[in-house]
C-alpha cells in the first residue's frame, strides 16, 4: 500500500492533534471526522487547497446513535473504504467521573466502544475494498481490565479510565485480527508518541516531549506503510512491534470484553463479521 491515490481513508478525531497531521499527510481522500464543524471545514479547505481531497463528516462518539450516523454517512459518501484509522480520544484529565449518551463511562464508551462499533458497521464496505487497513490507535498507558466494575463505578480517576479504554482497544485489536484472517484486511494498533504537544496532553498538564509529527509517522507506518503489508494483530510502540499489557493476550478476557461490547453496542447478528 505505497501509494494511496484512489484510495479513501477515515481518520476519526481528525480535527485536532495528530490526528489532523495524518489527514493531511495520509495522500488518499480523506473522510475528516469531529465534532466541531467549522474546524473540519478549515481542515478540508487545507488539504484540498494542498492538492488533497477531503469531506468533512461530523459525529458526537458519546453517543452511540451518532456512531450509527457516522456509518451511514460514511457509506452515503464512498463505495470504497481502504484505511480507518479510530484515532479520535479523550484523555486523561478530571477527577470526575462522566458518562457518555448511552450511560456509558465517557473514555470507555468513546476511546473504544465508539471504535468498537464503527468498525464493525464498516467492515463489510473494508472488506470488499481489500486489501485494506485498520489502526487504533491505543496508548502505552493501559490498565487491566476489571470485569466487576467496567463502567468504574468504584474509586474512579481519569488515568485508569484513560488506561482501560486504551488496552480494551489493543485487545480489540487482537481479536479482531483473528476474525479477519484470510480477509485482505488487516488490523494493528499502537502507542503514536509520548505526550506529544495536543489539547489532550495539554489539558492533563503536562509537558509535552514528542510532536504530533513523530506520533504521525507511526500511525501512518501502520496505515500504509509496506512493511506491515500481511501483519496483522499487532501492537507497536511508536515505529517498533512490542508487548502490550498481558491482558490483552488472554483470549477468555478478549472473548468478555468481545461479548460485552456486542450487548452494550448492541450490534445485531446481521452486523457480526
Ligand atoms: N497526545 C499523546 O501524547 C498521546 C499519547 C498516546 C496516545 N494518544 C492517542 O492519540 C489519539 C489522538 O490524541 P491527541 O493527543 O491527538 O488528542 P487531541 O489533540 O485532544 O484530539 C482528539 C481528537 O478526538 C476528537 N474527539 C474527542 N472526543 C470526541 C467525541 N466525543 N466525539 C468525536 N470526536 C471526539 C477531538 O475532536 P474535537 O475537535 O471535536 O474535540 C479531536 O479531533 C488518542 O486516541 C489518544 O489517546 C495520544
Avoid at 495522500?27 to 475528516?32: I, S, W
Avoid at 480520544?89 to 464508551?109: C, K, N, P, Y
Amino acid at each position: 500500500m505505497s501509494s494511496l491515490k484512489g484510495k479513501t481513508a477515515l481518520v476519526t478525531g481528525s480535527t485536532d492533534g495528530v490526528g489532523r497531521v495524518v489527514a493531511e499527510q495520509l495522500g488518499a481522500r480523506v473522510l475528516v471526522h469531529g465534532r466541531d464543524q467549522t474546524r473540519g471545514e478549515n481542515i478540508v479547505r487545507d488539504i484540498r487547497a494542498g492538492g488533497g481531497t477531503a469531506d468533512f463528516l461530523a459525529a458526537d462518539l458519546a453517543s452511540l446513535a451518532d456512531v450509527r450516523r457516522l456509518a451511514d454517512a460514511v457509506r452515503a459518501s464512498t463505495n470504497r473504504h481502504d484505511i480507518l484509522i479510530n484515532n479520535a480520544g479523550i484523555g486523561s484529565a478530571g477527577a470526575a467521573r462522566q458518562t457518555s449518551a448511552d450511560g456509558h463511562e465517557l473514555r470507555f464508551a468513546v476511546n473504544y466502544l465508539a471504535g468498537f462499533l464503527l468498525t464493525y458497521l464498516l467492515l463489510p464496505l473494508i472488506k470488499q475494498s481489500a486489501p485494506a487497513r485498520i489502526v487504533n490507535v491505543a496508548s502505552a498507558g493501559q490498565q487491566a481490565i476489571d470485569f466487576s466494575d467496567v463502567m468504574l463505578t468504584r474509586g474512579y480517576s481519569g488515568t485508569r479510565a484513560y488506561c482501560q479504554s486504551k488496552l480494551a482497544q489493543i485487545m480489540f485489536t487482537i481479536d479482531l485480527a483473528r476474525e479477519l484472517e484470510g480477509t485482505g484486511v488487516i488490523v494493528n494498533t499502537l502507542h503514536p508518541s509520548t505526550y506529544m504537544n495536543t489539547t489532550m496532553v495539554r489539558r492533563a498538564g503536562v509537558t509535552p516531549i514528542s510532536t504530533v509529527e513523530q506520533g504521525a509517522e507511526a500511525i501512518l507506518n501502520l496505515a500504509s506503510g509496506p512493511a506491515l503489508e500481511g501483519r496483522s494483530g499487532l501492537y507497536f510502540n511508536v515505529l517498533r512491534e512490542a508487548r502490550a499489557d498481558r491482558q490483552a493476550y488472554d483470549a477468555e478476557a478478549r472473548a468478555r470484553l468481545r461479548a460485552l461490547s456486542r450487548e452494550l453496542t448492541g450490534l445485531r447478528a446481521a452486523e457480526k463479521v
